[in-house]
T-cell receptor
């Protein structure tokens, strides 16, 4: 079974600073996908970034980037130049290549402090 | 706006009742997924439909059922409701068949309150 662990229930960061959210996962699969989703107070789930396991290059999306360490089964999210609108719950998710079912971590609540 | 729509936005009902939640996927997406997010359980996958057929099943109770119609919209039916069924129910859609299309796009959710 796949498990996703987010060990930081809550984090805070000063506006304009950089913060890193951690995520580890456990799988015996070799090909899979990893995602970070953001859930703001509106409760809608918003895709932040995705990473294919076969790609060694870390994915980036504007101020968001990941540090994907396949051997260590680690997938951290770095948010640069944090903005107030980044305040949200962040979920790490795993998806097997052979199926479309997500396995979610328990989430990290991020607060950006003005 | 993800392009996935869910109705109703809020639903309040009593224990023992039955409700139906509706989801319309993004245009062109063939897969629909249902998730339950409760305070103590986190985000749990319930069930997936692909082009009208059940594709995968997660932690879905026997009191719950779902279907996907020919126009690709989906309904999640919850019956014999219990207090513990109070949660946010998300629908997501994707179009499997290519690396760029495996991402799931979530709707805004339906908040169900069982009194």
């Amino acid at each position: 079974a796949q498990t996703v662990t987010q060990s930081q229930p809550e984090m805070s960061v000063q506006e304009a600073e950089t913060v890193t959210l951690s995520c580890t996962y456990d799988t015996s699969e070799n090909n899979y996908y990893l995602f970070w989703y953001k859930q703001p107070p509106s409760r809608q789930m918003i895709l932040v970034i995705r990473q294919e396991a076969y790609k060694q290059q870390n994915a980036t999306e504007n101020r968001f980037s990941v540090n994907f360490q396949k051997a260590a089964k680690s997938f951290s999210l770095k948010i640069s130049d944090s903005q107030l609108g980044d305040t949200a719950m962040y979920f790490c998710a795993f998806m097997r290549n052979t199926g479309n079912q997500f396995y979610f971590g328990t989430g990290t609540s991020l607060t950006v402090i003005p | 706006d993800s392009g996935v729509t869910q109705t109703p936005k809020h639903l309040i009902t009593a224990t023992g009742q039955r409700v139906t939640l509706r989801c319309s996927p993004r245009s062109g997406d063939l897969s629909v997924y249902w998730y339950q997010q409760s305070l103590d359980q986190g985000l749990q996958f319930l069930i997936q439909y692909y082009n009208g057929e059940e594709r995968a099943k997660g932690n879905i109770l026997e009191r719950f059922s779902a279907q996907q119609f020919p126009d690709l919209h989906s309904e999640l039916n919850l019956s014999s409701l219990e207090l513990g069924d109070s949660a946010l129910y998300f629908c997501a859609s994707s179009s499997p068949g290519g690396l760029s299309t495996d991402t799931q796009y979530f709707g805004p959710g339906t908040r169900l309150t069982v009194l």
